[in-house]
């Protein structure tokens, strides 16, 4: 069973990246036909989509966050990363990493999330 789970500062200051990394144990990242993606959840709001990276390592973004996202990843680590430039107290929220079996697919794994925090 694939397990996810993010990592990084909990506490961001405004116009600086936030820069989180989900570590995936279980199942890599490369095996075909897998999406990982980044959502987050601001305080009292709904879930958003920021973003995935395919098993490929394709890319593709909200085209609400698409010039300030970046998703990466690091194949001999399992890992995936986001970063998301001149954050602002609006992009405090929870984090989360989840894996699709395809781009429009309901997300069949989740971490746990993580609080990261904009503020000076």
């Known amino acids: 069973q694939v397990q996810l789970q993010e990592s990084g500062p909990g506490l961001v200051k405004p116009s600086q990246t936030l820069s989180l990394t989900c570590t995936v144990s279980?199942?890599?990242?490369?095996?075909?036909?897998?999406?990982w993606s980044w959502i987050h959840q601001p305080p009292g709001k709904g879930l958003e989509w920021i973003g995935y990276?395919?098993?490929?390592?394709?890319?593709y973004y909200s085209p609400a966050l698409n010039s300030r996202t970046s998703i990466s990843r690091a194949t001999s680590k399992n890992q995936f990363t986001l970063q998301l430039s001149s954050v602002t107290p609006e992009d405090t929220a929870v984090y989360y990493c989840?894996?699709?079996?395809?781009?429009?697919?309901?997300?069949?794994?989740w971490g746990q999330g993580t609080q990261v925090t904009v503020s000076s």
């Open positions: 989840t894996r699709a079996p395809s781009p429009s697919s309901p997300f069949d794994s």
């Open positions: 279980g199942g890599s990242i490369t095996t075909s036909y897998y999406y």
């Open positions: 990276i395919a098993y490929s390592g394709n890319t």
